[in-house]
T-cell receptor
Framework: DAGITQSPRHKVTETGTPVTLRCHQTENHRYMYWYRQDPGHGLRLIHYSYGVKDTDKGEVSDGYSVSRSKTEDFLLTLESATSSQTSVYFC???????????FGPGTRLTVL | TQLLEQSPQFLSIQEGENLTVYCNSSSVFSSLQWYRQEPGEGPVLLVTVVTGGEVKKLKRLTFQFGDARKDSSLHITAAQPGDTGLYLCAGEGNNAGNMLTFGGGTRLMVKP
């Protein structure tokens, strides 16, 4: 089983502050993804990575940046958090033959 | 842009009833995956269907991929309270990032 952890699991922050969420995998999967999940919108892709230092934008990338300096870590940064970024954030890795995704436990972020 | 529409969005039924969830698109997908998500957790893969017309069974759950590989259904027989959760379909298309397109989800509640 792929091991994937996210930290922190919960965070409350103020509007305008920077926030970094971390995703860590214990195996060497190449593809990693960051999603946000909001009521009525399902899972929406923010950014993804296809290798160390190789990242690209997803559907809702405005206001977010990512970095991947090691295979096992994928960081999501909100440079200046806004209330519209209050959400549950999931990290995922692509596994198996048909790119099925294995998800982390999520981070609940509240921006006041 | 590939879109997946799930219906119904919400379903509340009594234990022992049968139900069907639909996942429809105008796009062709290489494969179609179904996930279940419980509160406070990330989605978990249930099944992948690959061939048009394919049917897969997982205990009381039956998954079908449409002949044209544009739609899928999930049928649950004799639903149990343990089936309660959010069901998500996801399509794998032809894209550089191995990205999945997720449907909006069906929230199922099975009452004892």
């Amino acid at each position: 089983d792929a091991g994937i952890t996210q930290s922190p699991r919960h965070k409350v922050t103020e509007t305008g502050t920077p926030v970094t969420l971390r995703c860590h995998q214990t195996e060497n999967h190449r593809y990693m993804y960051w999603y946000r999940q909001d009521p009525g919108h399902g899972l929406r892709l923010i950014h993804y990575s296809y290798g160390v230092k190789d990242t690209d934008k997803g559907e809702v990338s405005d206001g977010y940046s990512v970095s991947r300096s090691k295979t096992e870590d994928f960081l999501l940064t909100l440079e200046s958090a806004t209330s519209s970024q209050t959400s549950v954030y999931f990290c995922a890795i692509s596994v198996y033959r048909y790119n099925e995704q294995f998800f982390g436990p999520g981070t609940r972020l509240t921006v006041l | 842009t590939q879109l997946l529409e799930q219906s119904p969005q919400f379903l509340s039924i009594q234990e022992g009833e049968n139900l069907t969830v639909y996942c429809n698109s105008s796009s062709v997908f290489s494969s179609l995956q179904w996930y279940r998500q419980e509160p406070g957790e990330g989605p978990v893969l249930l099944v992948t269907v690959v061939t048009g017309g394919e049917v897969k069974k997982l205990k009381r759950l039956t998954f079908q991929f449409g002949d044209a590989r544009k739609d899928s259904s999930l049928h649950i027989t004799a639903a149990q309270p343990g089936d309660t959760g959010l069901y998500l379909c996801a399509g794998e298309g032809n894209n550089a990032g191995n990205m999945l397109t997720f449907g909006g989800g069906t929230r199922l509640m099975v009452k004892p």
